[in-house]
């Protein structure tokens, strides 16, 4: 069946520092979403990617869609304690699997 | 809005036991999923309805677990008997499509001793 794999699965930083998470699916996604979890909390829609190669900006986060619609990246720069959390990708055509998440640790 | 609304937020129970979670999905949302997050799995999807339907219930672990929607605003899952290895973070979520945006409730804990 179809998997989104996610890596790496933790990922402790600086503040301050950069943070990038990578979504890789066996198969081609018609989309792509990114939620974020904070501790103790429920996921949260981030964003989606529909086309080929789309990269889109929200203040410090960067999201791309790759080229063949198989992978995908998070990248946020400068990190501040506010982004510590999980991040998910959620991809598929019939329904939305869920990456296994990356969670992100801020080191003050 | 108040978004979709679970409960309850936090349930323990005895192995054996029958468990009941209950989901009011967003007006309007004609999708609604039910996850089950662990720190082993992740987050899985166990069931989804489109417009009060099960569309794939492949997630579904066992025959223990059982999902209903009878009308638009209201969805239950069902645990019986529960068991240890049931405990986790029960998510539900809803959506205007089911590739679409998914908004999550609060989540149900549910502690099995």
């Known amino acids: 069946g179809q998997q989104v794999m996610q890596i790496p699965q933790y990922q402790h930083v600086q503040e301050g520092e950069d943070f990038t998470t990578y979504c890789n699916s066996s198969?081609?996604?018609?989309?792509i979403q990114w939620y974020k979890q904070r501790p103790g909390g429920h996921p949260v829609f981030l964003i989606q990617?529909?086309?080929?190669?789309e990269v889109k900006k929200q203040k410090r986060l960067t999201f791309q869609f790759g080229e063949a619609k198989k992978n995908s990246s998070l990248h946020i720069t400068a990190t501040q304690t506010t982004d510590v959390g999980t991040y998910f990708c959620?991809?598929?055509?019939?329904?939305?699997?869920f990456g296994k998440g990356t969670r992100l640790h801020i080191l003050p | 809005d108040a978004g979709v609304i679970q409960s309850p937020r936090h349930e323990v129970t005895e192995m054996g036991q029958e468990v009941t979670l209950r989901c009011k999905p967003i007006?309007?949302?004609?999708?609604l999923f039910w996850y089950r997050q662990t720190m082993m799995r992740g987050l899985e999807l166990l069931i989804y309805?489109?417009?009060?339907?099960?569309?794939?219930d492949s997630g579904m672990p066992e025959d223990r677990f059982s999902a209903k929607m009878p009308n638009a605003s209201f969805s239950t899952l069902k645990i019986q008997p529960s068991e240890p290895r049931d405990s986790a973070v029960y998510f539900c979520?809803?959506?205007?499509?089911?590739?679409?945006?998914?908004?999550f409730g609060q989540g149900t804990r549910l502690t099995v001793v």
């Open positions: 979520a809803s959506s205007l499509g089911h590739v679409s945006e998914a908004f």
């Open positions: 198969t081609t996604l018609s989309n």
């Open positions: 990617l529909v086309k080929s190669g």
């Open positions: 959620a991809g598929g055509d019939d329904k939305i699997i």
């Open positions: 007006s309007g949302h004609d999708y």
């Open positions: 309805f489109n417009n009060n339907v099960p569309i794939d």
